[in-house]
């Protein structure tokens, strides 16, 4: 199996910025697919942002594009979510998926369904 841990949520204000991180244990990190999720109160899980395994082709949610960038460290085993210029709207629990197939599509690295390993959830709090 594999293990995720994330890291980093806190509260902050509206404009502010945030660096989360997800640590991976237990598996080949390299060789899989990672993303980030996020889920507000009464909401479904939805997808914020994904990255290949090369860290090649980053994905990202139409509401968080231009203000969030997703990277990997292969060497450390860790998952990054860069956040700037926080809203109030981005405040949710956010977690740490990995794919769960090496085989992919375009399909499939923005659907939650396709994550088959998660982390416990960091809480990201943006106050106006």
């Known amino acids: 199996q594999v293990t995720l841990v994330e890291s980093g949520g806190e509260l902050v204000q509206a404009g502010d910025s945030l660096r989360l991180s997800c640590v991976a244990s237990g598996r080949s990190f390299s060789s899989h697919i990672m993303g980030w999720f996020r889920q507000a109160p009464g909401m479904e899980r939805e997808f914020v942002a994904s990255?290949?395994?090369?860290?090649?082709?980053?994905a990202y949610a139409d509401s968080v594009k231009g203000r969030f960038t997703i990277s990997r460290d292969n060497d450390k085993n860790t998952l990054y979510l860069q956040m700037d210029s926080l809203k109030p709207e981005d405040t949710a629990v956010y977690y740490c998926?990995?794919?769960?197939?090496?085989?992919?599509?375009?399909?499939?690295?923005?659907?939650?369904?396709?994550?088959?390993?998660w982390g416990q959830g960091t809480q990201v709090s943006v106050s106006s």
């Open positions: 998926g990995m794919h769960q197939s090496l085989s992919y599509s375009l399909r499939s690295v923005r659907s939650r369904s396709a994550f088959g390993y």
């Open positions: 990255i290949l395994k090369n860290g090649q082709s980053p």
